[in-house]
């Protein structure tokens, strides 16, 4: 039998559906490369996503395999050239990438060709509608569903037939922050290894704090493929319950998206929809460049810039302090995260930010507002964190670091607060109670905190 498998975003030769039993087959590997993607994705994202392609084209060469890398306008002629018996590729959940799949299924029954669509960026089956919150979406499904299963082995060799297609080379993508990120299959194990065997297990309590080696830094992995979830989940299970869970939250804001696609630019709740957000040019580009003149926010903020990754506990701070104090339109952010993060994924970016800004699933109640002040009390509370990312108060005091104003005073080469956070909170509550009225947002689990 002859196969064609479609890479998009599992870029790895181990535990991949799309390589069982591929060593039995005439197995033809196939990337086409989508222009609207080069268009949308930030270059971190790109150059870490065509460096792991290289290096899969790398593995499928080295079991004797051969990797096609198409535009994906040639698509059809490409088909019409390997003349293969089935199709596999994965499911995506993205409007655009479910958009792509459905004319692909439609071509594929004109022609027809049989096709199979396969699970590997999600853990769990897509529910019929989604879940009003996470809790109720973990208890009623995720754990109904979803078990550790053994690894789909991989093949240990390869047979991909020559075939004259129009091909493209891999782009060239280099940046300073994704330089930090690069890294072959076996290093991202390597990595993944550590994390399990010295971290796994006190993750619950270390998984908040940002200057700690406490989280497993896998997202930019997870987004390209380059190191399976079913991998992770098998290892978590029994370990730790909220390593699973976050696993969890990500499926949980997948499902999101692909029931609610106009989430991409659109509040989930209506009554959010016509929300007075701010346009302050200039006050965004101070958030943006870690210039706001409060400590965590500037730390979090240049760690993205200089990283392409945030840690957790930071990107809700920062996306807090954007949405509630600045009072600036959420999508602002989200765009500025999608541009900058190596682990760039819309269905988190914009499942996390609307929650953060109260307006989407299982969010925040709107009056629930991150002191970014006692967030950093309390979850970076040596201030290691704010001095490596935030070099010009290096040598601030612990209580300096709290005295907004006195710190400008101490430290002139460190802005003033570009806006105060108790005032930014009173203007916020102001608003929003303006806005909503009497029929003020009922309170809401608070379960992701
Ligand atoms: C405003 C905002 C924007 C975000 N944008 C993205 C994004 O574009 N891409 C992205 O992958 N994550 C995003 N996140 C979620 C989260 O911050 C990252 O997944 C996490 O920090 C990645 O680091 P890690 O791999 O060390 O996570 P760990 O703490 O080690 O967690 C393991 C995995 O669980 C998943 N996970 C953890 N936290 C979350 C969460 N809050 N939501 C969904 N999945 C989660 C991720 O896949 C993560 O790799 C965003 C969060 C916020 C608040």
Redesign the pocket.
């Given at each position: 039998m002859r196969t064609v498998a479609i890479f998009r975003r599992e870029l790895r030769l181990t535990d991949n559906p799309l390589l069982q039993d591929a060593e039995r087959d005439e197995w033809i590997p196939v990337f086409f490369l989508d222009e609207y993607n080069q268009q949308e994705h930030g270059n971190n994202l790109r150059a870490l996503f065509f460096h792991a392609l290289r290096q899969l084209r790398n593995g499928i060469e080295s079991v004797g395999g051969q990797l096609y890398v198409v535009p994906l306008e040639q698509q059809e002629r490409f088909l019409d050239i390997a003349r293969p018996d089935e199709v596999r590729f994965c499911e995506d959940v993205e409007p655009h990438s479910r958009e792509r799949d459905e004319h692909l299924k439609r071509l594929l029954q004109r022609k027809g060709i049989r096709y199979r669509v396969l699970r590997d960026s999600l853990l769990s089956p897509i529910p019929e509608a989604t879940y009003p919150s996470f809790t109720q979406f973990y208890k009623r499904h995720f754990t109904q569903h979803v078990q550790p299963e053994p690894p789909i082995p991989m093949p240990s060799r390869l047979h991909t037939p020559t075939l004259d297609v129009p091909v493209v080379a891999i782009p060239e993508v280099n940046t300073q922050p994704a330089s930090g990120w690069y890294a072959t299959e076996a290093e991202v194990q390597a990595k993944w290894q550590r994390f399990v065997a010295t971290t796994l297990s006190r993750y619950g309590s270390l998984?908040n704090l940002p200057a700690e080696d406490g989280?497993?830094?896998?997202?930019p992995y997870?987004?390209c493929g380059i190191i399976s979830l079913r991998q992770m989940l098998r290892e978590a299970w029994g370990v730790s319950e909220q390593?699973v869970k976050?696993?969890a939250?990500?499926d949980f804001?997948s499902h999101l998206l692909y029931h609610h696609p106009e989430t991409v630019d659109m509040e989930l709740r209506p009554e959010w929809r016509s929300f007075p957000w701010r346009q302050d040019e200039e006050q965004f580009e101070r958030w943006a460049k870690g210039q706001t003149g409060i400590p965590l926010v500037d730390a979090g903020m240049r760690q993205l810039l200089c990283e392409g990754w945030m840690?957790?506990r930071t990107?809700?701070v920062v996306?807090s302090y954007l949405t509630k104090h600045l009072l600036i339109d959420w999508r602002w952010g989200e765009r500025w995260?999608?541009r900058h993060?190596v682990?760039?994924?819309l269905a988190?970016?914009v499942g996390?930010?609307q929650w953060?800004a109260g307006c989407g699933a299982d969010a925040l109640p709107y009056f629930r507002i991150f002191n970014p002040v006692l967030q950093a009390q309390k979850f970076d509370p040596n201030a290691d964190y704010i001095r490596r990312y935030v070099p010009e108060l290096r040598n601030a005091t612990n209580e300096l670091l709290s005295d907004l104003q006195g710190l400008h005073r101490a430290f002139p080469d460190y802005p003033p607060p570009v806006v105060h956070p108790e005032e930014g909170r009173k203007r916020f509550l102001q608003v929003a109670q303006r806005f909503f009225g009497d029929s003020a947002q009922e309170k809401l689990p608070f379960d992701h905190e």
């Open positions: 998984r989280v497993s830094r896998m997202s997870i987004r390593f976050e696993l939250w990500r804001y840690h957790n990107r809700m996306a995260f999608y993060l682990d760039a994924d988190q970016n996390n930010w953060t």
